[in-house]
Nanobody, 114 residues
């Protein structure tokens, strides 16, 4: 089973940018569809974006389209989420995992101030 370690979160003002990274263990990583999920306080954890195993196909929820970009480097077992034009409603703990998810990592907190 692949394990995931997220990093790159922080506190940023509205309109700012952050780049999240997800380091994965295991040789099966490159065969997996990977997603970034987020969970805001009191809300369920939902997919924000996902990328196919080879990186050619991506999906974004409507609320982040045009602002977030998911990418992966299979040689480095890493997935990224570039987040631009951040809004207060993007505040959440962000997780990466396969689709469907395995065991969750710690996540990384993103806080966007208005």
């Amino acid at each position: 089973q692949v394990q995931f370690v997220e990093s790159g979160g922080g506190l940023v003002q509205a309109g700012g940018s952050l780049r999240l990274s997800c380091a994965a263990s295991g040789s099966t990583f490159r065969s997996l569809t990977i997603a970034w999920y987020r969970q805001a306080p009191g809300k369920q954890r939902d997919v924000v974006a996902r990328v196919s195993s080879g990186g050619a196909s991506t999906f974004y929820v409507d609320s982040v389209k045009g602002r977030f970009t998911i990418s992966r480097d299979n040689a480095q077992n890493t997935v990224y989420l570039q987040m631009n034009s951040l809004k207060p409603e993007d505040t959440a703990v962000y997780y990466c995992n396969r689709v469907p998810p395995w065991t969750w990592g710690q996540g990384t907190q993103v806080t966007v101030s208005s």
